[in-house]
């Protein structure tokens, strides 16, 4: 690739990602300012990732409009560690999120999730009482189990319903237990329950309590992070498949420019 090529290549590219690292700033901003604590605690990563993205950026447009090799080398060294650290990081999603799919139960078309079906960092990080506690005041907070009785005015619609896997593993007990439903999100716990199951006893109908402490609420979070985690993991291919291909181009432009250094 030629030198002129190359070099106008790295500057674009890098112009392109400066204006999104800001956007990306912008959002983390904004989120920080308009969400509760439970999102908030995502924004501090969503600025750090558009700071970040706007250094590279600044070091590789510099080099390539200087053409400076030593400004090139820094970029193509942090760019390396990026490639590599994408790499590992999606390679263990997909580790991570090989096990773990719902179970159906006759008569209810959404699924169930049984905890001990996920991989055993989902297990560590779900059951550490600490992290277990910030999540469930969150799940309390978004009041998606309150919105089950609005939205599903029959045991019928909530039979057919296509249930989140939060909704179905925290909202409700699990169908083991056989509690009748009197509606959306209150049963009947009158009913003596044959099962053995800790869940059938953890259940309650306050809105505070559910079935946020029972393990089909946990693994409810889990097959949604799992679901999360997979989509991060292919977009994170398709990005390391992108940052590979300026890589090459920083390659050919640091090499270029320690020619055109190196001219008389």
């Known amino acids: 690739m030629g030198m002129g090529t190359s070099t106008f290549v790295i500057r674009w590219v890098n112009l392109l990602t400066m204006l999104l ?6 959002f983390g901003v904004w989120m920080s300012t308009h969400n509760d604590g439970c999102r908030r605690s995502l924004t501090f990563p969503v600025i750090a990732l558009g700071g970040f993205i706007f250094l590279i950026s600044i070091i590789g447009f510099l ?4 053409r400076s090799v030593a400004l090139l080398w820094i970029y193509l060294v942090v760019l390396l560690i990026v490639l590599i650290a994408i790499l590992v990081f999606t390679v263990l999603a997909f580790i991570v999120t090989n096990n773990g799919s719902g179970h159906t139960n006759p008569g209810l078309r959404y699924k ?14 779900l059951n550490n009482t ?3 506690n910030r999540l469930k005041s969150c799940l309390v907070k978004s009041e998606q189990c309150r919105k089950l009785s609005k939205r599903y005015k029959t045991i019928k619609q909530l039979k057919s319903a296509e249930l989140t896997p939060i909704e179905a593993g ?3 007990p699990p169908s083991e ?10 049963y009947d716990l009158s009913f003596h329950s044959i099962s053995s199951y800790k869940d059938c006893k953890l259940y309650k109908n306050l809105r505070t309590i559910k079935c946020y402490n029972c393990d089909s609420c946990k693994a ?10 997979r989509l991060v993991a292919i977009f994170n291919v398709v990005l390391f498949v992108v940052l590979s291909m300026v890589y090459f181009v920083g390659c050919c432009a640091r090499r270029n420019a320690a020619s055109y250094r190196s001219k008389p």
């Open 177 to 186: 237990c056989g509690y009748p439903a009197v509606n959306a999100s209150y």
């Open 63 to 66: 080099g390539a409009c200087k």
């Open 220 to 229: 409810g979070v889990a097959q949604y992070m799992k679901t999360e985690w």
């Open 130 to 132: 600490n992290n277990w």
């Open 170 to 172: 925290c909202c409700r």
């Open 112 to 125: 169930e999730y049984k905890l001990n079906d996920y991989s055993s960092w989902f297990l560590k990080q």
């Open 21 to 26: 690292a800001v956007a990306v700033i912008i």
